[in-house]
């Protein structure tokens, strides 16, 4: 097994991988690898055809792969050194982490620090249990967009697609554009996952019929899906007897939710939260072994490209910081370390899902803001106010004009403001994040 | 006689929801946009509505046997489906250059439709 050593080690090379390892390199670490299972960089990038990416970090609308190659450029251009073709196995304490690489082998590597960055997963049919029979033609969306956009098939000619998710929407009009019928979208909320501008350039544009509170409750087809049964459904997803439509179609896509990959963090022992699946980490994105940190779609599940970014160029910066700690002191990144700072928990309040970090430093470590983002449990269409509190004292007070869970939600709390309170919160249990309506709220 | 209507303005993801009065096919008042090209959308909506163009072409002897491409900027939209049948007809040949021109000025808009990446030939077997 060929062994190599680096300072900063990361395993993906999709965004938040090629952000992260960017950061590394302008943060000083010298030897930053970025590992990828594919033969080609950019993640889930290259298929995504279609445009948005890069309002914020760019100031352009850019397509994912104009995105990502702008990204692989960079890092290239920074001295970051890249293994295609290669797969971690494992990791394991050390961290040490096993490869197998079409170039090199078997390889094991020793990294000072560690950035994870795998990404997520669709969810497949299994994990819903479709009833019907397992013909050819279901798919889910990312399936049919990686054969459509870059590998030149078209997996069906008429589609039922079930979920209004982001990639459901935009393979509603990536096949129409090739001369598909997508002949309904079904989704079982009353309202759609994705993103508003999606459902009027993808769904209304190209006159889609959208059947809300609606999901596919059969399959039918031998070898071949030939049409799918959809009903409507109750507040607690039961089927309403009378309602069923059959609608005839050669294939089914499904957009029902991504879920973060994170079979390495769960070897490498890492905290997971159980509600997001991914690494529980701080406001500097390291997790809970020491060296180790987490950034992008493999800690939670996000909208916008511009936001794996802006967390990825945190933790290739605290990355590179632990390496340079852990090269100062000839080799042991903890020998010399300082000593663990508090962290107070960072806990998801009144109509909230999910929080990361999961916890934050208190007192602040330096000067930068702690980012806080979250999704709503429900969605509130008019005006909100999303806060930080410690019990009673609010910290970050925004007002938005309305918070739905298709739109994560990010706050920054000041450093100020957490050394500001930090002498007054002796024997608080920790912060909640909160969104509340503005209707009635008493006004400053 | 002054109509109501509710757009969701496509210009960056955040998509707002904007309610706009509208009279004789003029607005006349707009609100719920967090910046100012929600106006120019709402009002390119109600005269002439474009979006931007994001498809495949194919491509011979390259790594893929597709590479995607974009028109540079957002199109009337009624030529959408035009330019997607011109586009069928067209393959280029690898190693095609990222933001190479497909198409120039189709169909008279001044808009190109450009490649989103480069497409190297396809390594020998």
């Known amino acids: 097994m060929r062994a190599m050593t680096c300072d900063v080690l990361v395993i993906g090379s999709g965004p938040a991988g090629l952000a992260a390892a960017y950061q590394a390199r302008q943060s000083g670490a010298q030897q930053v690898l970025v590992i990828e299972r594919n033969g080609e960089l950019g993640g889930i990038l290259p298929q995504c055809i279609h445009n948005g990416f890069g309002v914020r970090v760019f100031q352009s609308d850019l397509t994912g792969p104009e995105y990502a190659y702008r990204w692989v450029r960079q890092a290239q251009e920074a001295g970051v050194a890249f293994l295609t073709r290669t797969m971690v196995l494992a990791i394991e304490a050390g961290p040490r982490v096993v490869a197998t690489s079409g170039e090199l082998g078997m390889v094991e590597i020793t990294p000072r620090a560690l950035v994870l960055a795998m990404g997520c997963r669709e969810r497949p049919r299994g994990a819903l249990a479709i009833p019907g029979t397992r013909p050819a033609g279901v798919y889910t969306a990312g399936t049919a967009q990686r054969l459509v956009n870059m590998e030149g098939y078209m997996p069906g000619s008429r589609f039922v697609i079930l979920g209004s998710g982001d990639i459901g929407m935009i393979m509603a009009r990536r096949l129409t554009l090739e001369g598909a019928q997508v002949v309904a979208m079904v989704e079982i909320l009353p309202y759609i996952s994705g993103l508003r501008r999606n459902l009027v350039q993808c769904v209304r544009d190209f006159d889609i019929p959208l059947h809300l509170c609606t999901t596919v409750t059969d399959v039918r087809g031998q070898e071949r899906v030939e049409a799918v049964e959809i009903a409507q459904v109750d507040a607690r997803w039961q089927r309403v007897p009378g309602t069923e439509q059959t609608l005839e179609c050669d294939a089914l896509l499904l957009s029902v939710g991504l879920i973060p990959e994170n079979e390495l963090s769960r070897m490498a022992g890492v905290a997971l939260d159980p509600v997001t699946g991914g690494p529980m980490i701080d406001e500097r994105c390291a997790t809970s072994i020491p060296g180790i940190y987490a950034a992008g779609n493999v800690v939670h599940v996000y909208d916008l490209v511009d936001d794996v970014t802006a967390s990825a160029l945190r933790a290739g910066r605290y990355a590179a910081e632990y390496a340079l700690r852990g090269a100062a002191t000839g080799g042991a990144a903890t020998r010399g370390a300082p000593a663990p700072q508090p962290t107070v928990p960072v806990m998801p309040g009144a109509n909230v899902r999910h929080v990361v970090p999961q916890h934050l430093h208190l007192p602040a470590l330096d000067g930068d803001p702690s980012v806080v983002e979250f999704r709503v449990r429900e969605p509130i269409e008019e005006p909100v106010q999303a806060r930080v509190r410690a019990g009673e004292r609010v910290l970050v007070d925004k007002r938005l004009r309305y918070a739905r869970p298709a739109e994560m939600i990010r706050l920054e709390i000041e450093a100020t403001t957490l050394q500001q309170f930090a002498g007054q919160l002796a024997g608080v249990n920790g912060l909640q994040v909160e969104v509340v309506r503005r209707r009635g709220e008493p006004q400053p | ?125």
């Open chain 2, 1 to 125: 006689m002054a109509e109501q209507r509710q757009f969701i303005c496509v210009t960056c993801p955040v998509g707002c929801t904007i309610d706009a009065t509208v009279e004789d096919g003029e607005l006349v008042q707009v609100q719920g946009q967090a910046c100012k090209r929600g106006i120019a959308f709402v009002r390119e909506e109600l005269t002439a509505p474009r979006r931007t163009l994001t498809t495949t072409v194919r491509v011979r002897g390259g790594a893929l046997p597709l590479v995607p491409v974009r028109s540079s900027e957002a199109l009337p939209k009624g030529f959408i489906l035009d330019i997607v049948q011109d586009l069928r007809g067209i393959i280029l040949n690898a190693p095609v250059e990222e933001h190479q021109v497909v198409l120039r000025d189709v169909h008279g808009t001044g808009v190109d439709i450009i490649t989103s990446r480069a497409m190297p030939s396809a390594e020998p077997v």
